[in-house]
């Protein structure tokens, strides 16, 4: 089984995070997201989440952001966990609605 990697260690002292690598490609690329539910602290899993690839007619990163939302259910109270995936030429970062940087972890299957 592959291994778990918080997305706090591309985090830099200075406050600022490099966003995943590898990624930024033309085709649809899985990505699996490990958290806890926001509101009762139940572990979670997503499944295979297809990132949508980056907006190649963009300038620059910015320009070439495209947004990969989905909405899970929690198993134990019924919360959303809303997980947000943005990917641009500059790589990849994940948001999960309501936690911290620190409490989530993410593998690439593909690798
Ligand atoms: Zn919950």
């Known amino acids: 089984m592959k291994e778990w990697f ?3 260690k591309n985090d830099n002292s200075d406050g600022s995070f490099s966003r995943l690598g590898g990624i930024a490609t033309i ?12 509101k009762c602290g139940e572990s979670f ?5 297809m990132v949508n690839p980056p907006n190649m007619g963009g300038e620059n990163h910015e320009e070439s952001i495209v947004y990969t939302e989905e ?3 929690c198993d134990k109270c019924g919360s959303e966990i809303e997980i947000v995936i ?3 030429f500059g790589g990849v ?3 999960v609605e309501g936690l911290s940087r620190k409490d989530i ?7």
């Open 71 to 73: 909405i899970y259910l």
């Open 27 to 38: 085709e649809q690329e899985p990505i699996e997201v490990k958290c806890k539910c926001p």
């Open 45 to 49: 899993e997503s499944d295979k989440i």
């Open 86 to 88: 943005d990917n641009g």
């Open 6 to 8: 918080p997305l706090s």
């Open 105 to 111: 972890f993410y593998r690439l299957p593909s690798e």
């Open 93 to 95: 970062d994940i948001e």
